[in-house]
Each structure stands twice: as C-alpha cells, then as structure tokens.
C-alpha cells in the first residue's frame, strides 16, 4: 500500500526523522490561511498530492494551470491562492502517472527549509538476494529505476541484510560517496539509521526521500518522502490501513492486489512477469542494452494457482503499450507448472498475438516445459534472463 508524501511525513516525524513544518489544503483560500499558520513570511512550497515522482517536471493538462509543475516555489503569500487555484481540481502528468495524469485535490503547503546539497536516500527490499538494501545517490527528483537502468554508477547499493543497524563502515561507505567529511558521519549515521527502523517497525516495502537536505548546522531533512507498506502486513498497522486511498490506484493495480500481486507501469513496450522485484529490476537493466524499455512489470510473488496466474497474465497482455513479454520465474515458492497452467489458460481467452520469451527455473520446471511445447503456442524458452531478453529484443526488431 502507498501513502501520500504528507502521511509518509508525519510518520518519519513520528520516527525521530526532520521534516519541514506543512499542513493539507483543499481549497486556495485555505491554502492561503495554512501558509499564514506555518509563517508570516515566505517562501513556502506548494506541493501536488499524488501518488507519484518527478511532480516537480510534471505538467497540468489545463492550458489555465500555467507552465509550471506539481511542486511550486512561492515566495509572496499574495500568490499562494493564485498558485493553489491552478493546481488544485486540475489534472498532473508525470513520467509515472502515464499520459492520462491524476487529478489533484489536495495540495500541502510547507515552510521552505535552507539547505546546502541534497541527495537520494531509499531503503527496499532485494528479493533477488533475500537483503534489505540501502540506496545512495547524488542524482535528485528523478525516478530511481530509470536512473538505475541509465547509469548504475550513479547509485550506491549498500546491501544491509536482516540488521537493525546501519554500521560504521557502511556509514562510511556513504559519506565517501556523497563526499561528506567526518564530521557528518555521526549525524548521518543517525539518520540513515532511523530510516531503517521505521522500514523495519513499518514492515515497509519501500521508503524513499528523494531529495534528503543537508543544513549548515549538518542536519539531514526529509524534503520529500514516499513510503510503501507490505500489504500482508497491514493487519498489523490499522492505524496505516486506514491511509489507504482507492482513488489513487489504477485499474490494473486493484486488480493485481486482489491476487497478492504487485504491478507497476512505465513508457516501454515490453511487459515482464516475475516473481522478484530483483528480477524486475536486472530485467529493466537488460532492456536497455537492446535499446527497449518496459511498460509493465508484474510481481506474481508466490503461493499462486493456476487462475490467478492467468489473470495475471491478462493483465499484462491487455495493456496496450506491450509488444513483446518476459515472463521470468527463479525458485522461491511458485511452481512452474501452474504458471504454464495460467499462460494456456490466458491464452486461450486472449490469444497470443505478440512474441513470448518464457525462462523458468524452479520447481516442476521440465513439467511446465512439456505442457507448452504440447501446447502448440509460439513460446520461446531461455535458460537465462539475459537469453530471455537477447531472444526478446530479436524478435520485436525483426517484427519492426
């Protein structure tokens, strides 16, 4: 489950971690009367709620919402309802909405914070290698994964393991990165330390503050933030539980949730299923070797049957971006044949009209092998993610 960079605020308020003072308006004339509440004199920041990065190089599609993105910089208090009338009510695209945007009904309003640099900082889970992982970069206000997929130089992957502490030397290892002296590393240390506590307390998924300030008097601040939290465990924050807003997701994410799946959309044309956001994300990397990119991924996790497998795939198929799909299963828990059970059964309803590159790895694998080479499908199997894709990005260019 997302929250929106508001509630993700107060909850690292609540964990010891600084974040600027803000309030929620829905209406210009309050979001007037809120800045006046926080401070009698600017600057503040106006900031879009959506569920969505890059709002900063977003744009509305109301000619009347000015050029200006989801996030604006104010500095006369004469202006706030001028700025908040053309944000509010209006529709925000951003390189992760997609082009139909979302609509902003709410707006929060934030005393601006003096900083002297930024940087990226996010905690996620690497299903790949069973780790919690710490995530660095320079780079602010872009989307980590295309930034992960452009350049990986460009983030420190810090792999933490199930510890409660980030130790010294892995502090170390991020001030070197960031170039910060020793005398940032034991507030540093503090900081990143709090953030994986409260990934750990939270059962997160995900927490990203992008971009983190850092102060004359060297304290670190959450400028932003974005937090996702493990469904399977929200039993165990009803006070979280009860955050969740349905307006914001997608068609296509409601009805992944309602298997246990997990499914995001990017700009690309190709759509993989897999059963690891690791997967996911050295798929993502791949693609962008041959010149492709992804529309979709779905996370199929594991403890699945054959029906929800097929409505899965569906999922996938029926986007209208995807020309070509991976599906990509490594071990874990799932079973290879009931996901050859699932493609035969999508298949079935749908069709196939596009390629299919297959690479299964776990238990029941030459099972489900035989079941879709009896099947008749034009299937291509791989014994690797790189074969997988090397085949994929053949096949969409001989069929451009």
Known sequence: MNIHEYQAKKILAQNGISVPNGKIAYTPSEAKRVALELTSRGPWVLKAQIQSGARENGHFISHEAGHKGGIRLVTQISNITYEANQMLNNVLVTEQTGPKGKLVSKIYIETFAKTLRTFYAGIVIDSAISSITLLISKEVNKDIINLSTSDYTKILRVNLFPQENISAIQTERVADFLDLDKTYHAPLAEF????????????????????VGVTKEKEFIALDAKISID????????DIARLKDDYEEDEKVLKAKKYDFQYNEFDGNVG?????????????DMLKNYGYSTACTLNVKGGVDKDKIATGIKIIMTNPRVEGILINILGGFLRCNLVADGILAATQEIGLTMPMIVRLEGTNKNEAKNILKDSGLAITFAESTEEAIKTLAAKLEANN
């Open 231 to 238: 469904d399977n465990a929200l039993y165990r924050h009803k």
């Open 192 to 211: 990143l330390n709090k953030m994986l506590s409260t990934f750990i307390n939270l059962d997160a998924k995900m927490i990203e503050i992008n971009p």
């Open 272 to 284: 993989c299923i897999v059963n690891g956001d690791g997967l996911a994300l050295e798929a993502m």
